[in-house]
């Protein structure tokens, strides 16, 4: 796969993406919502959410960022602007063990309405577990439009399952004057083999054991 734009930059896009599992009032008890075991459609969006008598919704909102240090105070001035849909907001850490957590939430049926992915992969995998809604049904926000060209390289099979709400940006910083002396120019589009072509040869030379001998004498004092 071509890596592109290395220098410039590589779009990494956060998504907010609704979630099937626990869309709904689950009238099953402790079974798995339908979603849980991927056949619900798209139409059980997470604004079902769980409506009470009262006819306030609730729904919880799964995200990796700690709730002090912002997603607390949106879900503060949300609830506050808008009455009738109350959402919580519940931490997960952004690691293999917390991925897992929000995985085991969604596939057992438990609260998750709403949730962020942090990379693309893990969205691909949700949206294959059928555990993200397909938001191409909606036609009342254009996300190409609103969030502009770099929102597609989150789509999946032409489709988007989230909104993008940030951006990063990822570089590979350079050393020139070891590009030079290993008489290699300055890369401007890559692919991870040609990356690694250029790691080897700038590994080789006098500049690389020049650093190993000093630490080598650093070790030694």
Known sequence: MRKK??????A????VTGALAG???NENGGNASPAASGKSEASSSASAGSKPSGGTVKLKMWGGVPPESGPQEVMDNWNKSHPDIQVEYVRYVNDDEGNLKLDTAMMTGQDVDLYVNYTLSQTAKRVESGFAADLSQYTDYNIDEKMGADAAGWKIDGKFYGVPTTKSSFFVALNKDALDAAGLAVPKDWTWDEMREYAKKLKKGRRLRLYSEHRAVRRSD
């Open 23 to 25: 869309c709904g009032n």
């Open 5 to 10: 734009g290395w220098l410039a930059g590589i």
């Open 12 to 15: 990494s896009l956060a998504l």
